[in-house]
């Protein structure tokens, strides 16, 4: 479905942070979040969804039964809620909207926000549910995060962490690291990625605070990029050889190296691990620098150019910035971003951060989403930085647009900006 009935989104940002009505309205429906599979409760700003997907790949490799949770999601609404490998039907998912929509409505009323609403949905879902492992991604946050209620933990997972929701997380890192370290739980081994110092310095002392042992990037375990496409994990006990992922970057081996920590820490489900390397080449996040060689809009540059790229990645925030940055220092060819982004992100530190990567910058709208930044916003800060740019506000026109500028063949066009965006045009696209 593309979205559920309940609850509906209300305003601009349905957000109200607290766990209270989420409490109360667990509480009506028996405590399903009591009765769950055990967790691997994920926290962070970037790659979150990608840790997830290789943990995933991990204990499926390992005949394990695997249910997550995510969030956004790109195009159907069932993507948020995987059960054994499978995304959630529309009946069932019907049944538990209706089931917390009624509790919700016994007097006196609980109003639980949108993202409330469907992770109680979530976590009846799972409790109906026989699996091994339940992977769970922190929607906002994690202290006060709607997850953050969980009781059956098997671990933590903090991946790193940067500037990203302020406005409810704090101004600075270690105010936005102690939101996140919230979902550390007492005597729960806690696994932490790559961060900055002042990051790490909050995390670590929360998880000391609990009394939870840390599995720290660069102390406990590390990695190394070799240059025959293959990465090494590290850690007191293990020294192994792997190929890359599938999934484009070195922030992706860092993702990696961090869910093979957390699997080989946990001590509920036995790994193999001569499976780990299948594992991580199977794994696979959508819209995260994914090459795209079919659908409508590659089919219209085919008509036209024999020789291109077409990526699309789900960056829209400075530390995303900075890792498509990166990418774009490798493409040697003329690179063409494709752009949008919704209004409570920062465009001006996005586009300032690639702009030297950018041969032309073409903004376009988000269909469908009253928070998509207008054009004049965008094209106004990509003309005081000098970049050049056009503006359509359809995707389609975008392309058709592409055919009609005769640009020299071996070019790599690439939309980012936003998740929504990357849905809009996986939709459109008809991957």
Request: glycine share 4%.
């Amino acid at each position: 479905m593309k979205l559920p009935f309940w609850p509906s989104p209300l305003g601009y940002r349905n957000i109200n942070l607290g766990l209270n009505r989420v409490n109360q309205l667990l509480e009506r429906l028996n405590n399903p979040q009591k009765k769950l599979p055990p967790v691997i409760h994920i926290a962070g700003t970037n790659g979150k969804g990608s840790t997830l997907s290789f943990l995933k790949a991990i204990f499926e490799e390992n005949n394990y039964l695997v249910s997550c949770y995510t969030s956004p999601h790109l195009v159907r609404f069932n993507e948020r809620i995987i059960l054994n490998g499978k995304e959630i039907d529309d009946n069932f998912l019907n049944k538990c909207l209706l089931s917390c929509m009624n509790a919700a409505s016994i007097q006196p009323e609980i109003e639980v926000t949108y993202f409330e609403g469907i992770t109680v949905a979530a976590f009846l879902a799972f409790s109906k549910t026989k699996s091994d492992i339940l992977l769970l991604e922190t929607g906002m946050g994690g202290l006060l995060d709607a997850t953050n209620v969980v009781t059956n933990n098997l671990l933590s997972i903090i991946t790193p962490i940067s500037f990203d929701h302020q406005e409810f997380l704090g101004k600075n890192l270690a105010d936005i690291a102690l939101q996140k370290s919230g979902i550390i739980k007492n005597n729960c081994p806690v696994i932490i990625s790559k961060q900055a110092k002042s990051a790490l310095k909050v995390i670590s002392s929360q998880a000391l605070e609990k009394n939870s042992k840390t599995y720290i990037h660069g102390i406990d375990w590390k990695y190394s990029i070799k240059s025959n496409n293959k990465f090494i994990y590290e850690d007191k006990h293990n020294k192994i050889l792997l190929d890359s992922p599938k999934l484009k970057g070195e922030h992706q081996v860092v993702n990696a190296s961090s869910a093979i920590s957390a699997a080989l820490n946990q001590k509920e489900l036995k790994i193999d691990k001569s499976k780990l390397n299948d594992a991580i080449k199977k794994a696979f996040w959508p819209a995260r620098l994914e090459n795209v060689y079919t659908g409508k809009y590659y089919n219209i540059l085919k008509t036209k150019y024999s020789d291109f790229e077409l990526i699309v990645d789900g960056s829209h925030n400075s530390d995303g910035a900075k890792t498509l940055n990166k990418f774009l220092n490798k493409i040697h060819n003329k690179k063409i971003i494709i752009f949008s982004m919704v209004d409570d992100k920062d465009c001006r530190e996005f586009l300032n951060i690639i702009k030297k990567n950018v041969d032309l910058l073409i903004i376009t709208e988000i269909i469908n989403e009253k928070k998509s930044k207008p054009l004049n916003e965008i094209k106004l800060v990509a003309d005081q930085l000098n970049i050049n740019n056009l503006a359509y506000i359809k995707l389609q026109d975008v392309f058709e647009e592409l055919v009609k500028m005769n640009i020299d063949n071996n070019f790599t066009a690439i939309i980012c900006g936003s998740l929504y965006l990357a849905g809009n045009f996986i939709e459109q696209n008809n991957l």
